[in-house]
């Protein structure tokens, strides 16, 4: 099984090479105020602003370092829990599965003309990959509540290497703030109103 691994202050992580959509090069952040100090802003990906998840700023509280070997590795957000909420039975029998979330998150983005949502991982010495059986993993047996997103370890030749769980990086609340529902820039008018734009006063032309 293939994984990207980076490192952070000399531990090593590893994604899925499954689970990655694009590995860009370094490019400028947009900052947003009011969300966690861990996601670093936003990029324009393909014409679409990406949220950014500062992944040195997660684990280790400080900022991601503009190094030669730092990249922003987009990823598709999963959202297991999210999904079974407003998807429904749109998974069928395999809801709860990887194949079934993905599958649903698809069906639900074809049917509505949007695309898969998707994050930007800001990843420190992101350079190299690493082919890892499953069977390798086990549990690291401490408990990491606060951080979900830290999954089983494996160990080789250069130490351990952990697995990051890409479906557990956001939880809800910060979920809602990054893909609010409706968009917050967009207000519907109230019922038996019409937009502003679409008023015009009597005796006046566009």
Not at 72 to 93: C, E, F, H, I
Request: proline residues 9%.
């Amino acid at each position: 099984m293939l994984f990207l691994v980076f490192e952070l202050d000399g531990e090593r992580y590893a994604l899925d090479a499954r689970e990655i959509v694009r590995v860009l090069p370094l490019q400028p952040v947009r900052a947003f105020a009011g969300t966690p100090p861990y996601i670093a802003g936003v990029i324009d990906h393909e014409g679409a602003p990406v949220p950014v998840v500062d992944m040195a700023m997660l684990a280790l509280g400080r900022p991601a370092r503009a190094l030669m070997s730092t990249r922003l590795v987009l990823v598709n957000d999963k959202a297991p829990a999210a999904l079974d909420k407003t998807l429904g039975t749109t998974a069928g029998t395999t809801a709860g599965t990887t194949v079934g979330t993905t599958a649903a998150m698809a069906a639900a983005s074809a049917e509505h003309g949007a695309r898969p949502r998707r994050i930007a991982l800001l990843l420190e010495c992101a350079t190299r990959t690493q082919t890892l059986a499953p069977a390798a993993f086990a549990d690291s047996g401490i408990a990491t509540p606060e951080a979900r997103w830290l999954g089983p370890v494996a160990s080789d030749a250069h130490g351990f290497v952990q697995w990051v769980k890409v479906e557990q990086l956001l939880d809800e609340r910060v979920r809602a703030l990054l893909f609010p529902d409706p968009p917050t820039w967009r207000e519907a008018a109230a019922p038996g109103e019409s937009m502003q734009s679409d008023s015009i006063p009597a005796g006046r032309t566009p």
